[in-house]
């Protein structure tokens, strides 16, 4: 079987709920390995890319926001993001994660165990997990950095930014 990598996130709900040492554990039980992790507030423009095959759900604007934590506000606005890697991990992962519709999960699964739909229609489901190889490529591209991953798991290429104006410590 193909080593595989993919995008796993804690959304907004399972930062809210407090769920992330849970869901790690949870994750871990498929022995993969971390290779890229970090905290962000999601803007309105990568919450929109990410899920740009949904564009035309009619719960599209209510998912952008919950991806953003708009409902839930500081300081439980953020997501965490990782890169796993190992064999099969995409299935794994995926089987650990549960169904999309929490109601429907396997109960013991992160999303039938932590899961749940809002009054709204929301599929609150604590977690994201890329669906198949260019997907996770795809989402791993748009949410990471070459150098906030570990290890080179696609091409990469040398660029020269000049005049970049970046956040530094004072
Ligand atoms: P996935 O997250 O299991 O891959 P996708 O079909 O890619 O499922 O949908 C992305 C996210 O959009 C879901 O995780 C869920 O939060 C939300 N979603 C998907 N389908 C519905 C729906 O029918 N109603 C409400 N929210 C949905
Ligand atoms: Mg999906």
Same mark, same amino acid.
């Given at each position: 079987?193909?080593?595989?990598?993919?995008?796993?996130?804690?959304?907004?709900?399972?930062?809210?709920?407090?769920?992330?040492?849970?869901?790690?554990?949870?994750?871990?039980?498929?022995?993969?390995?971390?290779?890229?992790?970090?905290?962000?507030?999601?803007?309105?423009?990568?919450?929109?890319?990410?899920?740009?095959?949904?564009?035309?759900?009619?719960?599209?604007?209510?998912?952008?926001?919950?991806?953003?934590?708009?409902?839930?506000?500081? !300081?439980?606005?953020?997501?965490? &993001?990782?890169?796993?890697?190992?064999?099969?991990?995409?299935?794994?992962?995926?089987?650990?994660?549960?169904?999309?519709? !929490?109601?429907? @999960?396997?109960?013991?699964?992160?999303?039938?165990?932590?899961?749940?739909?809002?009054?709204?229609?929301?599929?609150?489901?604590?977690?994201?997990?890329?669906?198949? !190889?260019?997907? &996770?490529?795809?989402?791993?591209?748009?949410?990471?950095?070459?150098?906030?991953?570990?290890?080179?798991?696609? !091409?990469?290429?040398?660029?020269?930014?000049?005049?970049?104006?970046?956040?530094?410590? @004072?």
């Amino acid at each position: 079987m193909a080593i595989e990598q993919l995008l796993i996130l804690i959304k907004p709900d399972g930062v809210k709920k407090s769920l992330t040492g849970n869901i790690l554990t949870k994750l871990s039980e498929a022995r993969m390995v971390i290779i890229g992790s970090k905290t962000l507030k999601v803007s309105r423009e990568l919450a929109q890319t990410h899920y740009y095959q949904l564009k035309d759900k009619p719960f599209f604007g209510e998912l952008v926001d919950y991806i953003q934590g708009k409902i839930y506000g500081e !300081p439980y606005d953020r997501v965490l &993001a990782f890169v796993y890697q190992g064999e099969d991990a995409i299935a794994r992962m995926r089987k650990i994660a549960g169904a999309t519709n !929490p109601e429907e @999960a396997d109960p013991v699964s992160i999303r039938g165990a932590y899961g749940r739909i809002t009054t709204k229609g929301v599929y609150e489901n604590v977690v994201h997990c890329s669906s198949d !190889p260019s997907e &996770a490529e795809r989402e791993i591209k748009l949410w990471f950095n070459p150098e906030e991953i570990v290890k080179q798991i696609y !091409p990469t290429k040398k660029v020269v930014i000049e005049k970049e104006e970046k956040e530094d410590w @004072a």
